[in-house]
């Protein structure tokens, strides 16, 4: 059995800091497995330190949720909830259907956009410090140091920081739109996508055959984040932001869209973003994402 390259990496790291570390997410593998079959590894963004200790899976708290993440998750839900039933009780009253469909349809596709800038946003210029969204900020720095503790984090826990932006944005808008059904069919599902962008997000570093073959089915048909085009985010060059579908990513990235609001921000504020600098080649895990 010869040693690949990446092997020599890992056995580097651990040496360097006589840590023990759980590989139980960094399985070696010899050269009898097939290449094909083999998962990508992959290089991470945004450390100026080699990340080699990982936090023991079963005590993190942090990955826990609280009954507070429960309330904001509920809170959040039943404003979504709200919002879709304003459309329809407006759509009943007003005998009109397709639009209201039409502009929900449309809220989903925007949603997917807006997560994508957000988190573009959030990965390039946030940190804990940020004001409002620091710990959001710090949550997505995390990601890209450690993607496979997403699918450790409970619902709530993952969710509630979102949870929390929908209720705050979406509740005086419900009592001034109620009896707006396009209005609330957009915003109703566009909240109701980013809400749960994180829920996809997650799904889409989990193992297929741990997933509910409803979720995999969604997946597979592109309706939501797919881990194939996810893993895309957590490979160079670092882009697919986008986490409800991943239906813009294209688009975003053909027309350089990214660059331009980086090189606006630049110009603007003198703030460079993170994907500037060179990411950090001592930091390698292995992808979560099932391979193909
Ligand atoms: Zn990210
Ligand atoms: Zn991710």
């Given at each position: ?6 092997h ?7 040496a ?7 590989h139980?997410?960094?399985r ?13 590894l992959?290089k991470l ?12 899976l079963?005590?993190d708290?942090?990955?826990k ?13 039943t ?14 009253d ?13 809220g ?34 995390g ?12 619902v709530?826990n993952n ?7 929908v209720?705050?944005?979406?509740l ?5 739109y ?6 609330m ?19 889409a570093?989990?193992?297929k ?7 995999v ?11 194939s ?23 975003l ?12 921000v630049?110009?603007k ?9 060179e ?11 099932s391979?193909?």
């Amino acid at each position: 059995m010869s040693i690949l390259p990446q092997h020599h990496h890992l056995q580097h790291a651990d040496a360097t800091t006589g840590h023990h570390h759980h590989h139980r997410n960094r399985r070696v593998y010899c050269t009898a497995t097939p290449p094909n079959t083999r998962p990508k590894l992959q290089k991470l963004v945004a450390n100026t330190t080699p990340v080699i200790t990982q936090p023991k899976l079963d005590v993190d708290p942090s990955l826990k949720s609280t009954w507070l993440h429960r309330a904001w998750l509920a809170t959040g839900s039943t404003t979504v909830v709200l919002s879709l039933a304003n459309s329809i009780i407006g759509s009943i009253d007003s005998h009109i259907w397709l639009e209201p469909v039409l502009s929900g349809f449309a809220g989903y596709l925007f949603s997917d956009l807006a997560t994508g800038i957000y988190h573009w946003g959030i990965d390039n210029y946030g940190d804990a410090s940020t004001p409002l969204i620091g710990a959001q900020c710090d949550m997505a720095l995390g990601h890209h140091k450690w993607p496979w503790k997403i699918t450790k984090r409970q619902v709530a826990n993952n969710l509630h920081l979102l949870a929390g932006g929908v209720t705050f944005t979406m509740l005086p808008i419900n009592l001034i739109y109620h009896d707006q059904p396009v209005v609330m069919g957009f915003l109703g599902v566009a909240s109701g996508c980013v809400m749960f962008s994180q829920q996809f997000h997650a799904w889409a570093h989990g193992t297929k055959s741990k997933l509910p073959p409803i979720v995999v089915a969604l997946q597979d048909a592109g309706v939501i984040l797919s881990p194939s085009h996810h893993v895309g985010h957590h490979t160079p060059p670092y882009k697919n932001y986008c986490i409800v579908s991943g239906v813009w990513d294209r688009f975003l990235d053909k027309h350089r869209v990214y660059e331009a609001l980086e090189m606006a921000v630049f110009r603007k504020f003198g703030l460079r973003p993170r994907s500037w600098s060179e990411p950090d080649d001592d930091c390698m895990v292995e992808a979560e994402a099932s391979p193909p």
